[in-house]
């Protein structure tokens, strides 16, 4: 079977957040837009589905953004998903026993905002919050460059106390970046906490979806169709070939099954993973192969979400960061998500980031654990019953932003005529993240459409620093 495409039809695989905000860019500024997803379902490594051992929808794993997150939020206004975030400004670490420090804006200018919270913090001993500032004060001015230096180094260079690192340097970098501090680039870890703590309380602030990450996504289906666009689910490409082998500028024939669609161009909004399958049927040359080379160095960091049904409610937390323990991150899904408010049980679900140490363990091992953890923290967890739960390992998570990853991050230019890049590991300046992938498709779309002769624009700006922060920046 032949599918038919006009003149200027593009062809983007992969329907991920990359692929996702390339297609609907491209199909806003009228292109002939066709969207392949091996997949029943969009959004990629953000999604959701029913779960078979429950049978309730939950999210592959709980995805939050901050404010500084411009091109995100510029998706979520294109497909009129703006009111699906809820967004908060503050942050409540807890140690074992139960302890809280809230971390807030104040009515300070930045980079002062969150000063007055860290004052009060009990989690830090005077010490601890000396080496913090101290530390902080080297990211004032600018994010460092992307040297050999790892993040474990450039801390203890910088002098930082045991406890600072515990419970600061550690819990807020490993759920951003998903990644233990000795494998973390310090380009990325000073871009997190600068633009988190540093630069204005509107980009550090932290957005949580209230609905299922499907229903949040699967609005671009809607959109594409909008637009004259085509979607086609349960679609995996297996090949991608010119048209003519002698002359691969006329376009290109992608395969999947039975099925042929001919591109005039196309956007590989890939994982690097799916993309190192594909390279083999594509034209071999210079670029190809250097490509293949820097695609082999990547390196995923596993994520596990465990989800828990208590028979009664545990804690009247919206979200929570856990310190000195296994599990990271709570998120009470029973208050964040209007669908699970009516339920009787309370929906919690813990977020274990770079949970190497997880992957080998079994099911209920994992659950144990957390239970077990999770009663220091709230004792309440002891008189109520667990009425189901589930564990969702994600192997792949994400790439780890070692030092000098961005050597051989590529940008949206391939090394063949009318193909484009997309994907959050492309060189994009952020980590791996749902910026990352819109960035990346967003840049894509700006290339192909420069090579047709038009000069759009889709990135857009990032947010501006506030108070003093204007006078460093
Ligand atoms: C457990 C977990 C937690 C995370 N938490 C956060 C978070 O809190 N905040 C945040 O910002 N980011 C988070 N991330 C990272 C974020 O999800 C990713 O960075 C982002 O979704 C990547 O988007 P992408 O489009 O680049 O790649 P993908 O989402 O991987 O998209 C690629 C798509 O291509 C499809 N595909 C692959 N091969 C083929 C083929 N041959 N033919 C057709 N289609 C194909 C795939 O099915 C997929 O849909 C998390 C990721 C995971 C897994």
């Excluded at 690097?272 to 390196?299: I, T, V, W």
């Excluded at 077990?372 to 994600?394: D, G, I, M, T, Y």
Aim: net charge negative; aromatic share 8%.
């Amino acid at each position: 079977m032949t599918e038919t495409a006009g003149p200027q039809s593009v062809t983007v695989i992969g329907g991920g957040l990359a692929g996702l905000s390339a297609a609907c860019a491209l199909a806003d500024t009228g292109h002939k837009v066709r969207l392949l997803e091996r997949r029943p379902y969009v959004g990629g490594r953000a999604s959701s589905y029913e779960h078979p051992g429950t049978g309730e929808v939950i999210d592959n794993c709980q995805h939050v953004l901050i404010g500084r997150c411009t091109n995100l939020i510029d998706l979520y206004r294109r497909l009129g998903a703006l009111d699906s975030i809820r967004w908060y400004d503050h942050f409540t670490f807890i140690e074992p026993g139960g302890r809280r420090t809230l971390l807030q804006p104040s009515f300070l200018p930045a980079p002062l905002h969150t000063s007055l919270a860290f004052l009060d913090a009990p989690a830090f001993s005077i010490s601890d919050k000396f080496a913090i500032a101290r530390g902080m004060s080297a990211f004032l001015t600018r994010i460092p460059d992307d040297t050999d230096e790892n993040f474990a180094h450039w801390l203890a260079r910088h002098g930082q106390t045991k406890r600072a690192i515990d419970h600061f340097w550690h819990p807020v970098l490993v759920s951003a970046l998903n990644e233990d501090l000795d494998r973390i680039s310090i380009k990325y870890a000073g871009k997190v906490f600068r633009e988190s703590f540093l630069l204005s309380p509107d980009a550090g602030r932290m957005g949580i979806p209230s609905v299922p990450l499907s229903d949040l996504y699967g609005r671009a289906i809607d959109y594409l169709h909008a637009r004259g666009s085509e979607v086609h689910l349960r679609t995996s490409v297996e090949a991608i070939e010119p048209v003519d082998m002698a002359e691969p500028e006329i376009g290109w024939i992608i395969r999947s099954g039975d099925r042929i669609f001919p591109s005039d161009a196309v956007v590989l909004a890939l994982s690097f993973e799916a993309l190192a399958g594909l390279l083999p049927s594509l034209p071999r040359n210079a670029g190809s192969k250097q490509l293949a080379a820097d695609l082999a160095q990547f390196e995923h960091s596993p994520i596990t979400g465990i989800h828990l049904w208590f028979d009664r409610e545990i804690t009247d937390l919206e979200h929570a960061v856990l310190l000195d323990a296994t599990i990271q991150w709570l998120f009470n899904k029973s208050k964040l998500q209007p669908a699970h408010r009516d339920q009787q049980e309370n929906y919690i679900e813990l977020v274990v980031s770079a949970s190497k140490s997880l992957v080998p363990m079994q099911r209920q091992e994992i659950i144990d654990l957390a239970m077990r953890e999770l009663a220091q923290f709230f004792p309440s967890v002891n008189s109520a019953n667990l009425v189901k739960a589930a564990v969702v390992k994600e192997v792949r998570a994400t790439y780890s932003v070692r030092p000098r990853l961005d050597r051989i991050r590529p940008g949206a230019e391939s090394p063949w005529p009318g193909i484009y890049l997309a994907g959050d590991w492309t060189a994009t300046g952020w980590p791996s993240t749902m910026e990352s992938g819109v960035r990346s498709g967003y840049l894509a779309a700006e290339a192909l459409s420069r090579d047709a002769g038009a000069v759009e624009k889709f990135l857009v700006p990032d947010l501006p620093p506030a108070g003093l922060m204007r006078l460093f920046s």
